[in-house]
C-alpha cells in the first residue's frame, strides 16, 4: 500500500511561484483542507502501528530443533521490574490506541486537532452588478476607472457615464457621437473630480465632473489611439498605438508636451505613476504589446539628489521647456529638441502584451507587471537596485489583463482572460509574498479586461465583454491604526 500511495504524487515539490495554476474552483480554505487530508491520509496509510516481528531466522547448525524449557510460566513481574527483552504492554498505557474512540490514529488525531491559520473569507458572489451596453471587448483599451470622490467613470461607445457609489446615480458626462470618435480610455486624478478622457482618434480631453464641463481638448495629443493613461498631481501622461508616450502639465495653456519618452516599439498599452508620495514618486512605468517594460524617471539627473521629488523648475517634475527655436514635430504637436527620456530600467522577461501594472503601496519601489495570452505570468520587480531586480513570478495559466494591489493588506487581485486550463475569465486574489491564492472569483462570461478599486480600498469593480459591471467585497476595512498613520497631522511626513 505504501508503494501504491506514492505512485500518486506527481511531479513531487515545486516551487509555487512558478507551477501554480488557476484551478476551476480555488481557494485558500480547500487548499488548506486538501493539504490536511493528504497529511492524514499519508499517516493512516504509512505510518505503521506496531514494529513487525524480525522474521525468524533459519538456524545454521546442523542440530535437530528442539523444544525450549519454560519456568516459571505464570510468574508475575511488574512492567518496570520487567527484563528490558521482554515487550512492553501496550494495555498499560491508557493512551494507546486500544482505548480510542476515534477511527484514526493518534498521528492523524494530532494533526486533526493542531491550530491552523486563520483564513480570510471572501464573498463569491457580487453584490451588485450593472449593465454596460457598448463595453469594448478590447485588451488594449482601459475603460473604467474609480475616482476619489467615489465616482465611477465608464467609457461606452462614443460616450462616457458616471455612476455616484453613494447614491447610485448615473450621468452622462460626454457623447463624441457627433465627431465620430470613439472612447479608448478614461483616468480620473488622484484626488478631485478631475476626468482625462482618451480616443480612438488621438484626442485627449479634460473634463470636470462635478459640473460635466470640459476643461481642455488637446486635439492632436497622438497619431492614433490613446489607450493608457495615467495621472501624477498635474501631470498627465498618455500612451498611445503610434508607441509614444507624452506628458502633459493641464496648469499650462500650451498644448505641447514637456516631455516625451520613445522607447516603446509597438502600442503602449499600460501606464501607471508611482504614486506613494516618497522617494519613487517620479517613477512612471509603461509596459507595451512589444512585450517590454520600462521604468522611467522624469526628475532625470536630480534623482541622486537629496531635493523634493519635483524639483523646483518651471513646471511640475521640475522640467524646463525647451525654447521654441529649435523644436521638432511630432502627433501634430511641438515638442522641444530632446530626443526623448533615457529609461530607468528595462524588463524585458514577458513573451507578450503587458498592460497590467500595479505599484505596491506597502513597498515603495515593488512593481508587479501580466503578460497577456502566450505569457501567463506575475512578475514582481524591485526598482530601487541599479539594474532593478525580479523578486518572483507567478505562473496563472491565463491570460493577465489587469492588477491592483489591495489598500488594506498585503494582497494582489488579477484579472484574467484566454487561459490554457479550464478555469477562464477568472479574478483572483494572491496574498504576498507567498503568492498563496486567497480566493477565486468568477461570474463573468468574457475576459475580464477592466478593474479599478474603491476609494476606501475594500470594494472592486470589474467589467468584461459581456457587457456587465459586477462589484465585489474583496478586502476587509482598514484598521483604526492604518487610518491614523494617513492622517494630515501627522507632521513626521513634512520634516525632510
Known sequence: M???????????????????????????????????????????????????????????????????????????????????????????????????????????????????????????????????????????LNLVDWSSTNVLGVGLGSAVYLWAAHTAAVSKLCDLSNSSDTISSVAWAQKGSTLAVGTLSGRLHIYDASTLEPLRTYNQAHNQRIGAIS????????????????HRDIREKDTRPFKKCAAHRQEVCGLRWSNDDGANSSL?????????????????????????????????????????????????????????????????????????LAWDPHVPGILATGGGTQDKHIRFWNTNTPQGTLLSELDTGSQVCNLTWSLT?????????????????????????????VASLSGHTHRVL??????????????????????????PKKEQGDVRKESVLDYGKLIR
Not at 493528504?38 to 528442539?66: G, I, K, N
Not at 519635483?310 to 521654441?324: D, V
Not at 478593474?451 to 478586502?475: K, Q, Y
Open 450 to 475: 477592466y478593474l479599478a478599486m474603491s476609494p476606501d480600498g475594500e470594494t472592486i469593480v470589474t467589467g468584461a465583454g459581456d457587457e456587465t459591471l459586477r462589484f465585489w467585497s474583496a478586502f
Open 231 to 246: 495621472w501624477n498631481r498635474s501631470v498627465l501622461s498618455s500612451g498611445s498605438r503610434d508607441r509614444m508616450i507624452y
Open 409 to 437: 493588506s498585503h494582497e494582489l487581485v488579477s484579472t484574467h482572460g484566454f487561459s490554457s486550463t479550464t478555469a477562464q475569465n477568472q479574478i483572483c486574489i494572491w496574498k504576498y509574498p507567498t503568492l498563496d491564492m
Open 284 to 356: 512612471l512605468a509603461s509596459g507595451g504589446n512589444d512585450n517590454k517594460v520600462f521604468i522611467w524617471d522624469l526628475r532625470g539627473s536630480a534623482r541622486g539628489r537629496g531635493s523634493s521629488p519635483y524639483g523646483t523648475g518651471s513646471g511640475a517634475l521640475g522640467y524646463s521647456r525647451t525654447g521654441p527655436t529649435s523644436s521638432s514635430v511630432s502627433a501634430g504637436v511641438t515638442v522641444g529638441d530632446d530626443p526623448g527620456e533615457m529609461p530607468l530600467h528595462r524588463f524585458t522577461q514577458h513573451t507578450a502584451a503587458v498592460k497590467a
Open 2 to 140: 505504501r508503494t501504491s500511495y506514492h505512485l500518486k504524487d506527481e511531479g513531487g515539490p515545486s516551487t509555487p511561484s512558478k507551477s501554480r495554476l488557476i484551478p476551476t474552483e480555488s481557494d485558500a480554505l480547500k487548499e488548506q483542507a486538501n493539504s490536511i487530508f493528504t497529511s492524514v491520509l499519508h499517516s493512516e496509510v504509512t505510518t505503521p502501528v506496531h514494529r513487525a516481528p524480525s522474521p525468524v531466522r533459519a538456524s545454521t547448525s546442523s542440530a535437530p530443533p528442539t523444544t525450549p524449557t519454560r519456568k516459571r510460566l505464570l510468574s508475575y513481574a511488574s512492567p518496570s521490574r520487567s527484563n528490558s527483552n521482554t515487550p512492553s504492554r501496550r494495555l498499560d498505557n491508557t493512551g494507546d490506541d486500544a482505548y480510542s474512540m476515534s477511527p484514526v490514529r493518534a498521528e492523524s488525531r494530532q494533526l486533526l486537532e493542531s491550530p491552523r491559520r486563520k483564513l480570510r473569507s471572501v464573498c463569491k458572489t457580487p453584490y451588485r452588478v450593472l449593465d454596460a451596453p457598448e463595453l469594448a471587448d478590447d485588451f488594449y
